[in-house]
Structures are given as C-alpha cells and as structure tokens.
C-alpha cells in the first residue's frame, strides 16, 4: 500500500512479526470484534451486536480487549485514523471518513514498512536513477522530471494489498485491516513509461525493481525495508506514475514525498514511497515483499490455517472488486419514526470497473439496484448512491456489494485463505438502529 505511512508490505516474517493478532489488533476486526461492539454501545446506548451470519469465527469466539481502538496523532493528519501498528507506523481510515469524491491527505491511509526518513531538505535535487536493462542508464532530479517530461494529475484508488485482512478466519498474519486500507487522492507527476522510454528499455526487460530511502527497521542500511516490482506490461501503463503532488500540494513526507510511485489498481506495497531508484530485471524481482507468501494468494484453495506451500502461489496484482458505506456511519441512530435512508459509498475494483452496486436492508434477502457514477479517469473509484426504505423502527444491517466489469461480485465473507490475508474483499455492512 502504499499510501499507507510505512510498512508497505513486506515478506512473511516482516509482515507478521511486529504485528501479532491479539490484543488492538484482534479488537479491530471492524464491529464484528469487541472494540466495535463497544464502540457502537457507546453511540448507541447499549450493545449492538451485529447478527452471527458470517461473523468470523475468531470474532465471534474472541475476547473483548481492555481498549478500544487507538486513535492516530500524527501532524497534518484527522485523529479519526485508527493505529494499527506503530513500528513501523500503520492506521487506517474508517470508511465514514472516505465519504469524499477525492480523499483529503489528512484522511488518507498510511502504511509504511521501515522507518520514515527525514523530510528532504532540498526537494528539486531529489535524485531516481533508472538502470539495469536499459540502453541509457538514466539518474534525474525532482526538477529535472518536472522540466523534460509531461505532467498529468490523474484521481486513482490506492490500496493496501492486506486491505480487508481482519475478516478471514483463522486470522491471516499482519496488521488487521477492515476496509480503510484505502484511499483515492489526485496525484500529480509523470507516466513512468515516459521515463523508460528514454532510458530505452532492452528487449530482455521483464520486470521492476523498486528501491526507496526508508531504513530498515533493524537500522541495517544493506537490508531494504520494502522493494517491490511490476511486469513490464503495468510499468508501461500510462497510468502508472511517478508522483511529486497530492491533492495539489507537494506530496508530504508521511506519503513518500517528495517523490514515490503510483501503481494503480495493484497493492499499493508496489507504488514504492521515497522512491531512489528503478532497477529493469530481466526476471520476476525477487526482493523484499515478493516472495514466499508476501503479496500472494493461493493458486489451488489452501485449507484455512495451513502453513501452505510457496510453488502454491502467484504475486497478487490486480486488486479484487470492493464497496464501501461511507454514509451513515456504522453505528448511526436515527430518530422514531424514520422511514428511508439515504446512503452513500464508493467502489472500485482495481484494473476494472464497476458494473453495479447493490444494497440490502434484510441481510442479503432481497437487493436494490444503486445509482453508480463514471469514473473521473481510469483507476478512480465510483462513487453511488440509495435510498432505502425501512418497514419500522429498530435495529437494521445494510449491506453492500459491488459487481466488477467482468461480473465477478463481492462475496459475502472473505474467502480462499491465505497466510498472509490478501484478497479478502467481503461485503460492507454497518448497523443503525432507529428509534
């Protein structure tokens, strides 16, 4: 993810070792845990659990932790993100904060996988090199990239790649995501593939190599904190950027300023933050983040909870169709009497479209159609709209699914299992009560 304040993702261990599923973690599963179940008694009154139909088992079973969530306090950044780890630094938005067309900065994710460096004192001077199976091995400033290549401000989802994590069951290994590993700015740089064509790219280039100025987390500057790569196919397409603005500002350091990659549609681990250089392999990159489990899923379904076999799996790139409630809040009351709702959200679904939305007010029951917007540009999510109407007072679950351009819908729980959590894009829900 890479808008996410550190830890983008990182190899089994990395992924897994700071981050165990206890304590704020497994609280966190959204308000199917026992902070959000606290946290709902608190807006409503009392407990308001959400219905046993597709609880996690983990959830359902698990203690409610002492605390409840752990609130971010970072400077430039809304104290409603919720920490989910804090070495290396990691908080998500709940998706009430992602009601917005384009997401403010002081909303945005933050992921990051080593330690965040100092902010650059001389941003322009910033140096990326571009090498290895290229006719022209190229090393460009901030200012240079700006001067010789075209500029484009593109609105485009970026999304953790453990987004959605804390709904499987048995828990997967890393920082228990619901669905606020996400986040859609407008970033402003240059097509990667404007660079590469200048560097000219051989004819035996397979795949990137990224490298970034974050420090490993051990202090041990030979050990990359994160170093991910795309097949030459994504690194060429014109969506895929190198970014220096977001949401027309410079982009802040928490987010990989001044410079880093946008890849969008795939897990954000590869749009490398503080990005120093692009290495063209004549092979699949195997670096930090893209082997074992990290950033894959299962080829053949694995049993839940297995230790699994790595020839078992493939890097996961295109990111699975999602949906999101962004109003009401989960744990929104209403006043006796209301009869209609009106809801709004987001979509997207990582290479593709959305074809449709749906929602439902009686637990998958019976669905109606949303009213669904056009994307600004590739890669931007869709926002939609409902109105829905309630036969009385009381407590009532809304749902959301989503349906992709090739008609692959949302399923109802998190499936194919995988030790890592990746994929995991299970149907929105949140629970009002009215009256």
């Keep these: 993810m890479a808008q996410e304040t550190g830890r983008q993702g990182a190899d089994l261990s990395r992924d897994g070792a700071t981050q165990t599923v206890a304590s704020v973690d497994r609280g966190r599963r959204g308000f199917l845990g026992g902070s959000g179940l606290a ?22 079973q698990g203690t409610a932790p002492a605390k ?16 989910l780890g804090e070495r290396p630094l990691v908080a998500e938005t709940p ?5 917005d067309d384009t ?27 571009i090498d290895g199976e290229v006719n022209n091995r190229l090393e460009l400033s901030l200012g240079e990239l700006k001067s010789k290549y075209r500029i484009a401000t593109r609105r485009m989802v970026l999304e953790c790649g453990g987004n959605g994590r ?27 593939a404007d660079v590469l064509k ?8 397979k795949y990137t190599a990224h490298y970034a100025a974050d420090l490993h987390l051990s202090g041990d500057a030979s050990k990359p904190s994160l170093s991910r790569g795309v097949r030459i196919e994504k690194a060429m397409d014109p969506y895929t950027m190198i970014v220096w603005g977001m949401n027309g500002e410079p982009l802040p350091n928490i987010h990989g300023g001044p410079v880093r990659l946008v890849v969008p549609g795939w897990p954000g681990s590869a749009s490398q933050k503080w990005l120093t250089r692009i290495n063209i392999r004549d092979k699949e990159h195997d670096g930090a983040g893209m082997t074992e489990f990290s950033y894959r899923v299962a080829i053949k379904p694995m049993v839940p909870g297995e230790k699994g076999d790595p020839k078992n799996f493939r890097i996961l790139e295109s ?20 009869k209609e709702l009106k809801l709004r959200g987001a979509a997207w679904a990582g290479d593709l479209t959305v074809k449709a939305v ?8 019976t669905w109606h159609k949303a009213g669904l917007s056009k994307p600004k540009n590739k890669y931007d999510w869709q926002r939609w709209t409902a109105t829905v109407k309630l036969p009385s007072d009381g407590y009532f679950e809304i749902w959301t699914r989503a349906t992709d351009s090739k008609g692959v819908m949302q399923p109802h729980q998190a499936g194919f299992w995988n030790p890592q959590g990746y994929g995991g894009n299970a149907m929105h829900r949140i629970a009002v009560l009215v009256g």
Excluded at 109 to 120: D, M, S
Aim: net charge neutral; proline share 9%; glycine share 12%.
């Design 319 to 338: 990111m699975p169709v999602r949906s999101l409630i962004t109003n009401p809040a989960n744990g929104a009351k209403f006043s006796a009497g209301t």
């Design 103 to 129: 997401t403010p900065t002081e909303k945005f994710y933050i992921r990051n996988n080593g330690q965040i460096p100092e902010p650059a004192k001389d941003p322009e001077a910033w140096k990326i090199v």
């Design 68 to 83: 409840g969530p752990q609130h971010l306090k970072y400077p430039g950044k809304n104290e409603g993100l919720v920490v």
């Design 358 to 365: 749906d929602v439902s007010t009686d637990f998958g029951a």
């Design 95 to 99: 998706e009430s904060l992602l009601d």
């Design 198 to 205: 200048a560097a000219g790219l051989k004819s035996s280039a």
């Design 39 to 60: 946290a709902i008694g608190a807006v409503i009154g009392s407990g308001m659990p959400f219905s046993d139909t597709l609880v996690p088992a983990a959830s359902a």
């Design 166 to 192: 804390s709904a499987f069951s048995p828990p997967a290994r890393g920082n228990q995501w619901t669905n606020g590993g996400a986040g859609c700015a407008e970033w402003t740089g240059i097509a990667l």
